[in-house]
């Protein structure tokens, strides 16, 4: 009966969101864990804003970020918040990634997704999720990163246990979905979590996957 409702849960927000252009697009798996660590309890719009300072300050290539001064990454990301912790990862990591991997993560491509997602865990200031991200976004492997609106969403449409750590959700959610959709349960749970099943005061009444919810706030 879950298998059911999840299928009919993404068909219905098929229908109601678009998948980003971006999303498919080639993307730089450096840059990206930069970008993930920047947007760690932060809003999306301070991640995009202190990776663009970051960016005009230096090349975003671990070569360039390792040898940077962590008082010069602190100015560029200060908007990001955490920042003084965000830095000291950032350089920290960098320096990491040029020593262990030559300055490169196109390791990613050819380890098995295991052994990739515990090899990029190692490193510091990286968890699952940003794991997660990384490998689905920038070498397309079959895993669902698990976001706080993914693991709200997921948990309210009963698609995951209430008590469920990052694991356990991360784990129904793939048993319920093919691969090829990891993807777009990600980036469409994340826009139904944005815009209706918000964390206070969800707006249950218009929510497009209402009669597929068994939490809904709304008579029937």
């Given at each position: 009966?879950?298998?059911?409702?999840?299928?009919?849960?993404?068909?219905?927000?098929?229908?109601?969101?678009?998948?980003?252009?971006?999303?498919?697009?080639?993307?730089?798996?450096?840059?990206?864990?930069?970008?993930?660590?920047?947007?760690?309890?932060?809003?999306?719009?301070?991640?995009?804003?202190?990776?663009?300072?970051?960016?005009?300050?230096?090349?975003?290539?671990?070569?360039?970020?390792?040898?940077?001064?962590?008082?010069?990454?602190?100015?560029?990301?200060?908007?990001?918040?955490?920042?003084?912790?965000?830095?000291?990862?950032?350089?920290?990591?960098?320096?990491?990634?040029?020593?262990k991997f030559g300055g490169s993560l196109d390791f990613?491509?050819?380890?098995?997704?295991?052994?990739?997602?515990?090899?990029?865990?190692?490193?510091?200031?990286?968890?699952?999720?940003?794991?997660?991200?990384?490998?689905?976004?920038?070498?397309?492997?079959?895993?669902?990163?698990?976001?706080?609106?993914?693991?709200?969403?997921?948990?309210?449409?009963?698609?995951?246990p209430p008590k469920a750590d990052y694991e356990g959700?991360?784990?129904?959610?793939?048993?319920?979905?093919?691969?090829?959709?990891?993807?777009?349960?990600?980036?469409?749970?994340?826009?139904?979590?944005?815009?209706?099943?918000?964390?206070?005061?969800?707006?249950?009444?218009?929510?497009?996957?209402?009669?597929?919810?068994?939490?809904?706030?709304?008579?029937?």
């Amino acid at each position: 009966m879950t298998e059911r409702r999840a299928t009919q849960i993404l068909h219905v927000l098929r229908s109601n969101f678009s998948i980003p252009r971006w999303a498919d697009a080639p993307k730089d798996p450096f840059q990206v864990l930069i970008t993930t660590v920047l947007s760690q309890a932060t809003a999306d719009r301070n991640t995009e804003r202190a990776f663009r300072k970051l960016s005009r300050r230096f090349p975003i290539t671990p070569k360039d970020l390792a040898g940077a001064r962590v008082e010069e990454i602190e100015e560029a990301i200060r908007v990001a918040g955490l920042y003084r912790n965000k830095s000291k990862v950032i350089k920290e990591l960098s320096r990491l990634i040029l020593e262990k991997f030559g300055g490169s993560l196109d390791f990613i491509h050819s380890l098995p997704l295991e052994e990739a997602r515990k090899t990029l865990i190692r490193l510091p200031g990286v968890g699952p999720k940003t794991a997660d991200v990384v490998l689905i976004f920038c070498a397309g492997k079959p895993t669902l990163p698990i976001d706080t609106h993914v693991n709200r969403v997921s948990k309210r449409l009963e698609l995951a246990p209430p008590k469920a750590d990052y694991e356990g959700v991360r784990e129904a959610l793939q048993s319920l979905y093919s691969p090829k959709d990891y993807l777009p349960v990600h980036l469409l749970l994340i826009s139904l979590g944005r815009r209706y099943c918000k964390a206070r005061n969800p707006f249950c009444k218009s929510c497009p996957v209402n009669m597929l919810c068994p939490s809904r706030q709304v008579e029937d």
